[in-house]
């Protein structure tokens, strides 16, 4: 099941999030994490980066332009997780760099994330130079 911020998926979804990645982190280290981010970006959203590797973004973006940048200023799982006096993983937005980063695997697009700490960032999605 995908998550898709369209209301409660479940109540501590983004504290599960959080809690495996640390775990994962600890346990395995960033290189197994980022296997895991990359396998969850091409095997759980599959759909979206098999358009992708067709040219078509449309799953990511309703409306193409030559670039789309998303500006998070403040990122709703991280919210979330603070408004619970969670601890935020130091790795947990590398999820964001990760999964964008296996969507544009064998596409014609590359998608950059800049972390700005405090649970923003800048997302952009541009076609690669031909």
């Known amino acids: 099941m995908r998550y898709r911020d369209t209301g409660e998926l479940h109540l501590d979804f983004h ?4 809690g495996t990645i640390a775990y994962l982190r600890r346990r395995h280290g960033l290189r197994f994490l980022d296997g ?3 396998r969850t970006a091409q095997e759980v959203y599959r759909s979206i980066w098999e358009d992708l590797k067709g040219g078509d973004p449309r799953q990511l973006v ?3 332009r030559d670039e789309i940048r ?3 200023t403040q990122c709703p799982a991280v919210a979330y997780l603070r408004r619970r006096g969670i601890r935020v993983d130091p ?6 760099i990760a999964m964008n980063r296996a969507w544009s695997e064998g596409t014609p697009f590359e998608i950059t994330t800049e972390v700005l700490g405090k649970g923003r960032c800048i997302q952009t999605l541009r076609r690669r130079a031909r």
Do not use: E
Request: aromatic residues 16%; proline residues 0%; positive net charge.
């Open 70 to 72: 998303l500006t998070v």
């Open 36 to 38: 895991v981010f990359r």
């Open 15 to 18: 504290r599960t999030t959080n």
């Open 91 to 96: 790795a947990f937005c590398r999820q964001t």
């Open 62 to 64: 309703k409306h193409w």
